[in-house]
């Protein structure tokens, strides 16, 4: 794939690589497959969107992954996962053959936040012995959806999700449903977890980002559930 060196794969799902300088020091900055955006690799970015047209804009930051011969992860809802591959399907893809290639991996939500967290750094670190050097993920949190994780616990995870894109080769998009999702969700979940958000049309760094340690010290103290 010739992006760069591959890093050393991690000792463990999403804990301290073996290596000691994390795998994205080198600061390279990619094309986000949205508008003309590059951003830097280990960014988590929150996608907001409306319309059918916009979630469907979204899906190009996968596309150009796949025709860079990078490593691409669809997470989340079945719903979610399925529009993702019917958008890629239009476009001319073959998920079912991507996936069987390793070149797509297709991850479903846990009902336990933690577990789902690990799951995402095994696939990642999976993805680096195979030889990737490059992972974009492209997610759809099933924010409220049984059998997905409480409220509380899904904005832990969101707030981790940041610091696990810092230590692998890696680009992480988060889908904000901003017309279904309610205010405290986009306010907590979007705003405070994600350090970049996207909306229309550019790349914006986020000034209302919380860093995950004051976030989670707040997020203890909250009595909702």
Known sequence: MGLAPRPEPFAESVRTPRTSTPVCAANRTIPLGLRDEYVAVGAHIAYFWETPGEFSDAVRF??????????????G??????????SLAERGYDCAYLVSQG???IVPGQTNATQMLSTIGQVFTEALERGATLIRLLG??????RGWPAEKHLLEFEA??????RQFPCVVVCMYDI????????????????PLTFFRNIVRVNSQYVEVDE????LRGDAAP
């Not at 809802?77 to 019917?86: P, S, Y």
């Not at 981790?160 to 894109?165: C, F």
Request: hydrophobic share 40%.
């Open 77 to 86: 809802h079945t719903e979610g996962n399925r529009r993702v591959c019917e």
């Open 140 to 145: 759809n949190i099933g924010w409220g959806y």
């Open 215 to 218: 976030f989670l010290s707040g």
């Open 103 to 105: 070149e797509l991996v």
């Open 62 to 75: 996968l596309q150009v992954g796949l025709a860079r011969g990078e490593v691409c992860v669809i997470f």
């Open 179 to 194: 017309g279904a999702l309610s205010g405290r969700v986009i306010l907590h979940g979007a705003f405070e977890t994600h």
């Open 160 to 165: 981790r999700v940041t610091g696990v894109a």
